[in-house]
């Protein structure tokens, strides 16, 4: 077991050419690193993973890649125990990181969609010739598009654990598969529904625009650029000691379930899910694809693929339908936890307590891996698993918990920068509710203010706002346009605490004043709304 929280990298891969430069991000806690290790040994001595290295990836304000890190178990077991010259589980150790992979063929088309070679909504065929006819569609279907299969919504048939079997499938078989054709669950265009075979699609498509080949194009774009030494295709140029054995899990519940694995050869199906890696590597492809949301985005370099392109693979193209949550005693629905969607070869969840956070899970034969960052922040977390379909999603996202835990501050939202108009509005707006003149509002309201609300209307309700806070009209007599919370450019929400009413022990609550001010869509904006009213204390 090692857990070395700030412990140089075993390996000499350069800092990815979009890192942050400078530390202003909170540290991990050492309670924090104390809790996910134990999380992660906890695996391993239930015997769930045979072995496990993660880390903990720095985020917008921090210039270590790897914050802290850690690792339990072996790299080869046999008959529950290590095997001769195995050693364990390491921050070098090499694994298959499986369908993290999609996200580096996802970056590759859109890297060669920015070059105009192709666009995303060219239909697949239109580079693959033996794809035409391959799935039987509806006579009001249109073929299926690059971007179809980007987001999971080409309505291929889920093939997983089929595909994982075909990765060395050569370029000659998969056109006879496709000529021999395929089955479909949805309209393209229509739903999520998860194929591999659609991103073996990609890579094809990538081969015939390139005239190369996905592995070599992946690799000089972007593994070489970024300093990810140990990430290949195939183990020939990496370090063989390193490299950790694939195990398959049996059907006993002790050490001795683990059975290792072959490794299969690089071919088609590889650019679903080919790659190996370390957490060293996968920090730097992390960190690479956060940068997309850090507030210096757009002074860092544009080379390997811009900002834009990265954030574009970073939202939420194709929504996830999940179950529902259990029905309450009344009878009514509680809800969902999350939302979820596909990106482009990145899945996008919405958590109530983490927010947005952007991730890939990978389950290979013999092998898993997670990848997982938070937007605001671009703190993450990776971890790799030498056996099949390792649990790490649920664990790398309870590590994430117990970093919001311990360190909220690595977790705190983007705050929008208001822009200057509407910070001038809003002392305009200020002055005015605070009495001012009616010139300031002839000069600043929109023409829709006055008839929507007429002025003395929008007097009468912010007295009524104030007594149901119960505030004085003195209240408002410090506000600045700074001490508002900036929700967008436009849009800026005062929250004045009211008084407290009956008290305590009578049951008594405490209402605040909330005002919203709105910007019209105008580059020489006017005030569209300006809105006083009471609520309950959150």
Do not use: C
Request: hydrophobic share 35%; proline share 7%; glycine share 10%.
């Amino acid at each position: 077991m090692q857990n070395t929280p700030s412990s140089p990298a075993p390996t000499s891969s350069n800092p990815p050419s979009n890192a942050p430069t400078s530390s202003t991000a909170a540290p991990i806690p050492d309670s924090a690193v104390r809790e996910i290790t134990a999380l992660y040994e906890q695996t391993v001595t239930d015997h769930r993973i045979a072995g496990v290295t993660w880390a903990i990836v720095g985020g917008h304000g921090h210039d270590q890649a790897v914050l802290a890190h850690g690792a339990a178990g072996h790299r080869e077991l046999a008959g529950g125990e290590p095997t001769p010259g195995s050693t364990p589980m390491d921050r070098g150790s090499i694994s298959r990181i499986a369908s993290l992979t999609k996200s580096f063929t996802a970056a590759t088309i859109l890297a060669l969609r920015d070059e105009g070679k192709l666009r995303l909504d060219d239909p697949v065929e239109q580079y693959l010739p033996e794809a035409v006819g391959a799935v039987d569609l509806p006579a009001d279907a249109r073929p299926i598009t690059l971007r179809d299969v980007l987001t999971m919504s080409s309505g291929l048939v889920t093939d997983n654990p089929w595909g994982d079997r075909q990765e060395s499938m050569t370029r000659e078989q998969f056109a006879a598969l496709l000529r021999g054709g395929l089955g479909r669950s949805t309209t393209p265009g229509s739903g999520y529904e998860y194929s591999n075979t659609g991103f073996a699609m990609l890579g094809r498509v990538i081969d015939e625009v390139t005239g190369s080949d996905y592995t070599t194009e992946i690799r000089q774009r972007f593994l070489e650029p970024l300093g990810m030494v140990d990430s290949a295709f195939e183990t020939s140029g990496l370090d063989s000691a390193r490299i950790a054995t694939g195990h398959r899990i049996n059907e006993r519940s002790d050490a001795t379930r683990f059975e290792a694995e072959p490794f299969d050869r690089p071919g088609v199906y590889g650019a679903m899910a080919g790659l190996y890696s370390t957490v060293d590597d996968l920090a730097a492809w992390v960190r690479f694809l956060a940068a997309a949301d850090a507030p210096d985005a757009a002074d860092r370099p544009q080379d390997l693929l811009g900002t834009a392109s990265r954030r574009e693979m970073q939202q939420m193209h194709r929504h996830h339908l999940l179950p529902g949550g259990p029905m309450g005693s009344d009878g009514s629905a509680t809800g969902f936890d999350r939302i979820r969607g596909y990106g482009y070869g990145l899945v996008v969840d919405v958590l109530p307590d983490l927010r947005e956070l952007v991730s890939h899970s990978g389950g290979y034969p013999g092998y898993g891996a997670f990848m997982q960052w938070h937007r605001d922040s671009g703190v993450g977390v990776v971890a790799l698993a030498n056996s099949k379909y390792a649990p790490l999603g649920v664990l790398s996202v309870q590590a994430m918990q117990i970093l919001a835990k311990h360190a909220p501050a690595l977790f705190a939202p983007r705050v929008p920068e208001p822009s200057p108009r509407t910070v001038q509005a809003a002392g305009a707006a200020l002055d005015w509710l605070r009495g001012a003149g009616d010139s300031l509002a002839d000069a600043w309201f929109a023409d829709n203010m006055d008839l929507d609300i007429s002025r003395a209307e929008r007097r009468r309700r912010l007295e009524q706002a104030l007594e149901a806070a119960g505030l004085e009209q003195g209240a408002l007599g410090s506000l600045r346009p700074e001490d508002a919370q900036p929700l967008s450019l436009t849009h800026l929400r005062w929250t004045v605490p009211g008084a407290q009413s009956g008290g305590v022990q009578s049951g008594g609550t405490r209402s605040v004043l909330r005002i919203d001010l709105q910007m019209d869509p105008r580059r020489e904006a006017l005030i569209q709304g300006l809105d006083t009213v009471a609520v309950p204390r959150s």
